[in-house]
Structure formats: C-alpha cells, structure tokens
C-alpha cells in the first residue's frame, strides 16, 4: 500500500509530455489545454465513453504511456491517490518518479499570473465561490470561476494578469496542487466528509490545510467561526489572517431567500471579506448579495403557490449528501415538511435532529429508510415513503392543508442527508426530478384557484 504522504513534488522543467487519467469534463478540458500549449498528451480512461475523433490517436493503455519521457499525470478527481486503492497509475507514477498532479496545477504552472481566490470546506464552498465571482464580476473585475464548482479551471480562459481566478478546491484536488499560492484563501468549516478516500479525519484535515499552505506575503487567509479551524494554520505564514464573527454578516444577506440561514450568512461574510481585499465597497456588496440568485439544488427556491394569503415554498437543496448539510438547511425555515433518503454517509442524524423543532413531518425513502426511520421515530411525525416522487406528494398533500389550517407560510424540503447513488446518477438528477415534480404540483394548485 502506498502511504499517504507518497505525493510527488512537480518538476519545475517545461511541461513537454503529460498523462491524463480519467475522460469525464476535466480530463477533456486538460486534454485541450495541453494541445494549445504545444504539450503532447498521453490518455486513458477504464470506462471511456465516446472519444472524439481529433483524440483518439492520444489514446492508449498506461502500460504503454512512455513513462521515462512523461513530466507529469494529470488525475480527474474520482482516480484514488490512497484509499480505498490507489489506481494502478499511481504505483507506476511512483515507480517512474513522475509528479501526480491536478487539471488545476497545470494551469497554474501555464497560465500562472492572474491573482486566485481559493475557497474550500466541507459545506458551503460552492455558493460562497459563486457569491464571491457574482460581488467582483458585478464590480467591474475580470473573473474566471471554476474547479470543483463545476467548470474545469483547464476549460476556462485566464482573466489576465489583473484578472481574478475564483476557484473551489475539494480535498481529492488540494492534495495533488502543489504549486497552489493563492492571494487570498478561506477554509469554511471541516467535518466529516470523503473518511472513505482519506482514511481518517486526520487526513482530510490535512488536505484542507493545504489550501492555506503557502498564501502570498500581501496575501489574505479567511477561516470559518470555530475555533478549530486555527489548528490548520501552517506553522509559519506572513500574510494576513482574519476569522470569521458573526457580526460580520452583510446586511443584505439577511434579505435573499437564497441564502436563508445562519450557514449562508457566514458564507456571505466570508464571500464580503475576500471581496474588500479586492477594494470592492459595502455599497457594491451589499447590491450584489441582493441579486444573487443561488445555485441550483442548493436552498433553491424552486417553486411557490398562493394559499388564501400564505404561501407554500418548495426548496431543492438536494446538494446536501450529509447530516450536517442537511442540518443547515433544517436551521433556516420553520413549519417545514422534510424529504430525506438515499444512502446515509454516517449512522447518525445528530446535526439534523438538533433542529426536528422546525419541521412538522419527516419523509424517508431510499436505502437509508430504516436508519432514518430508527433515528426519527418518536421525535418527530414520520411518513415511510416508496421513492423521492412518493414523498414528495406527500409532504405536498400535507403541507397545503397545513398552511391553509394554520394560515402561515410552509416549506417542503428536499434536504436529503445522503447520497443519491441507490436511485439517481447524482444529486442533479436527483435534484431536477423534484424540482419538475414540484412546478407540476404548484402549477395544479394555482390551476384550481382560477376556475
């Protein structure tokens, strides 16, 4: 087994020749950065699905790749470094004394000059990244916004040199950027997350760490409110360092249904204060708070009907695959009507159960419906249901009368506490069959109120 801490330092030669693992949306983005910048590419995938023509001739087994001649391998984020088995390129890297590198240490090394923001946790990252780009971008800078939020940064063009790079890292990305030197970084949070690729919570913490290892001299680190994130702190460091209040929540955070709750508010405080690094006013801030619209399948308000005055919210926030992702979502609404299942990342519901006080009825489905259901029973009312479309009828049904009787505003919830791979491809997927279902339900309910 190859240790943990067995991650080779980049050569600092020119990028002549590179191998790419993995042919999802980074590996094809690397594929077409390398090209452009005259580097010849070496790929494979094990499940290779369709190969445009213009690449096929790059394909070949990694038992073939000229290992001698290769400066580095570029690893989509799914390959495993470690746990549970480290891919057989890994050894044959090691072997070879080849640098395992990410999709954004390559352009780091090609397309270095512009300034980077890099944010990371474990909760939180992709609306604070998004929120972040949204304040700048409205404030006249030039941006490129990506990495684990979705768009490769090998598929983005570079903002220029006074450009701003605003970049979510996961930890499978942090451990594998050497090179990573930000201007500004901010770590969230940290709890439990991805235990089965790093082994231990040791281990994760320390690939998060790495986000905060070597931020410029000029340069700026943000942390989350708790106390624990300073035990990330690398021994030595000369740039600034500023920890989160909860003062320090922009005033216009408070009014966007898209960042309900007192998580999204530290996130906008962490998004606010990277943003005055930038010289960027209050004004200017609190303007684009206002207008950001969110993320889909994060708190999404993604439907809403009229109930004799009172209206009933139906929020996507399928994104949250844990417990205390869901948890949050729990915290921000009351009079909610809670759909949750797929499979559990831990055996508790503790974080989730800390806020039962906002929820009038719970709807567990999936592979984690006996778990949820020992966890629940007695708490709270609880409905079995046979998939995400049966509780989401449900909890629909309920909800309306609800909100008629006690003539308040309600909320159906998909938070789902768990992953969706035992009915969906991802939370995406997951997430869109709710909201459609959603918009039919409320689109019948204002239907009957005008005939």
């Given at each position: ?185 901010a770590i969230l949070n940290l709890s439990p997350d991805h235990l089965e690729r790093h082994g231990s919570m040791e281990n994760y913490a320390a690939a998060k760490a790495k986000a905060i290892k070597n931020v410029k001299s000029d340069g700026l680190i ?110 921000s609404f009351q009079h909610i009507f809670w759909c949750a299942g797929g499979i559990a990342k831990e055996k508790k519901l503790t974080n989730c159960i800390a806020h039962l006080s906002n929820v009038e009825r719970a709807y567990v489905y999936g592979a ?23 509780a989401t009828n449900k909890a629909f049904a309920d909800a309306k009368q609800f909100t008629r009787q006690h003539k308040v505003d309600s909320f159906i919830l998909l938070s789902p506490a768990a992953a969706s791979f035992d009915a969906f491809e991802n ?25």
């Open positions: 087994m190859l240790s943990k801490r067995t991650l080779f330092p980049i050569k600092q030669s020119p990028i002549r020749k590179i191998g790419i693992l993995g042919l999802g949306r980074t590996g094809m983005a690397t594929i077409k950065l390398a090209l452009k910048n005259h580097i010849e590419p070496y790929i494979f995938d094990d499940k290779p699905n369709f190969i445009p023509d213009e690449y096929r001739n790059f394909f070949k087994s990694y038992h073939e790749w000229p290992w001698n001649e290769l400066d580095a391998v570029i690893l989509s984020p799914g390959v495993p470094t470690y746990l549970p088995k480290p891919h057989v390129v890994v050894f044959l890297s090691k072997n070879s004394n080849v640098p395992l590198i990410s999709d954004i240490e390559l352009v780091i090394r090609l397309q270095g000059i512009s300034k980077w923001v890099v944010i990371t946790g474990t909760n939180g990252k992709s609306t604070t990244t998004a929120l972040t780009a949204h304040i700048l971008k409205n404030a006249g800078k030039s941006i490129s916004v990506g990495g684990n939020l979705g768009t490769p940064m090998a598929e983005l063009d570079s903002p220029g040199e006074n450009g701003i790079r605003v970049v979510e890292l996961s930890s499978y990305q942090l451990e594998i950027t050497p090179s990573l030197n930000p201007d500004v970084s943000i942390l989350g409110n708790n106390p624990n994130l300073l035990s990330l702190l690398p021994a030595k460091y000369t740039c600034s360092l500023y920890q989160i209040k909860q003062a320090d929540t922009p005033p216009a955070a408070c009014k966007n249904i898209a960042l309900s709750g007192s998580h999204n508010a530290e996130n906008a405080a962490v998004a606010a204060r990277i943003c005055r690094h930038f010289d960027i006013s209050e004004k200017n801030i609190n303007k684009s708070i206002l207008s950001f619209k969110g993320l889909p399948h994060r708190l999404e308000l993604v439907a809403s009907c009229n109930l004799n005055g009172n209206r009933l919210h139906i929020i996507n926030d399928s994104k949250a695959t844990n417990d205390d992702a869901a948890s949050k979502a729990l915290s984690s419906q006996p778990l949820f259901q020992s966890e629940l029973t007695g708490l709270l009312p609880l409905t079995l249901a046979k998939n995400l479309k049966d939370f995406e997927v997951r997430g869109k069959q709710f909201t459609d279902l959603a918009k039919i339900l409320c689109q019948q309910v204002q239907d009957k109120e005008a005939c």
